[in-house]
């Protein structure tokens, strides 16, 4: 699992096999259409998996963070996560 930043400072959650040709493959616009309109990219922060479905899984699962959970994420603030976990509605 992998997060690029794009050039417009978006975030991009990704999986595969063969992370260096991967993001090679983004910056030639032969990624997905979302960084084909962001070029260039460039890698952030990766976790390993032994299988590509736990790599896939958890990609779905950062995808629905929000970004200031990402960047706690990438920043290694792993204490932080429980609290941005948190619903806006939950925070009354």
């Known amino acids: ?36 309109k962001r070029l260039p990219v460039r890698l952030i922060y990766y976790e390993e998996f032994s299988r590509i479905d736990w790599a896939f899984n958890r990609e779905k699962q950062v995808q629905g963070w929000n970004r200031k959970k990402k960047e706690a994420l990438m920043n290694g603030d792993l204490s932080l996560l429980p609290e941005l976990a948190k619903a806006y509605r939950d925070l009354e």
């Open 1 to 36: 699992m992998y997060i690029l930043e794009c050039s417009d400072g978006f975030y991009y959650v990704g999986s595969t096999k063969y992370l260096e040709k991967r993001v090679r493959q983004h910056n030639a616009g032969e990624g997905a259409n979302y960084t084909k």
